[in-house]
T-cell receptor, first 111, second 115 residues
Framework: RKEVEQDPGPFNVPEGATVAFNCTYS??????FFWYRQDCRKEPKLLMS???SGNEDGRFTAQLNRASQYISLLIRDSKLSDSATYLC????????????FGKGTSLLVTP | EAQVTQNPRYLITVTGKKLTVTCSQN?????MSWYRQDPGLGLRQIYY???????DKGDVPEGYKVSRKEKRNFPLILESPSPNQTSLYFC??????????????FGPGTRLTVL
């Protein structure tokens, strides 16, 4: 199984800060890309899909660079409720469309 | 409400005692899968199913079995559990195999301890 690599953190940031997470994937045949959020001991939930042109959802911006096999997530104006683990996920057609999960980046937003 | 349900949510058992973790989804999804999550190792896929009666191994299938007799159900069977199967297990489903808008939904998790 090809790898999805993330910096595990933790990233400790104050409320209101901007924070960026990066992710690299090794399989150039990967087709779909996502960021999931996981709260402690809970199930992962889709935060946003990542499109080639980049996309934004409120305070969250995702970027994809296929040439460099690199995905990013930018969170602006961090809230306490953003504290969670952020999972970079790649959908790999060559592995039966399995979702390949990174190990996650931990974010803690402090008052 | 659209959801994936798992039972039990918590289970403590002993080595060798067969157990089944049930998973059910009410979204008519074709694709279902099982993951285990361990500290430092992230989410690893155990088995997946692309449709009824179609199942295949994921990354860590040893010691597990699955079946997909109906579209909505995808039970995970541990015939002879061992302590190294102590983990947090998630069932998941999504509409089909691939695609950018193909959101995967997870169940709430089953925390299994094998003594």
């Amino acid at each position: 199984r090809k790898e999805v690599e993330q910096d595990p953190g933790p990233f400790n940031v104050p409320e209101g800060a901007t924070v960026a997470f990066n992710c690299t994937y090794s399989n150039s045949a990967s087709q779909s890309f996502f960021w999931y959020r996981q709260d402690c001991r809970k199930e992962p939930k889709l935060l946003m899909s990542v499109y080639s042109s980049g996309n934004e959802d409120g305070r969250f911006t995702a970027q994809l660079n296929r040439a460099s096999q690199y995905i990013s997530l930018l969170i602006r104006d961090s809230k306490l409720s953003d504290s969670a683990t952020y999972l970079c996920v790649v959908n790999d057609k060559n592995s039966g469309y399995a979702l390949n999960f990174g190990k996650g980046t931990s974010l803690l937003v402090t008052p | 409400e659209a959801q994936v349900t798992q039972n039990p949510r918590y289970l403590i058992t002993v080595t060798g005692k067969k157990l089944t973790v049930t998973c059910s989804q009410n979204m008519n999804h074709e694709y279902m899968s099982w993951y285990r999550q361990d500290p430092g190792l992230g989410l690893r896929q155990i088995y997946y199913s692309m449709n009824v009666e179609v199942t295949d191994k994921g990354d860590v299938p040893e010691g597990y079995k699955v079946s997909r007799k109906e579209k909505r159900n995808f039970p995970l069977i541990l015939e002879s559990p061992s302590p190294n199967q102590t983990s947090l297990y998630f069932c998941a489903s999504r509409p089909s195999s691939g695609g950018a808008r193909n959101e995967q939904f997870f169940g709430p998790g089953t925390r299994l301890t094998v003594l």
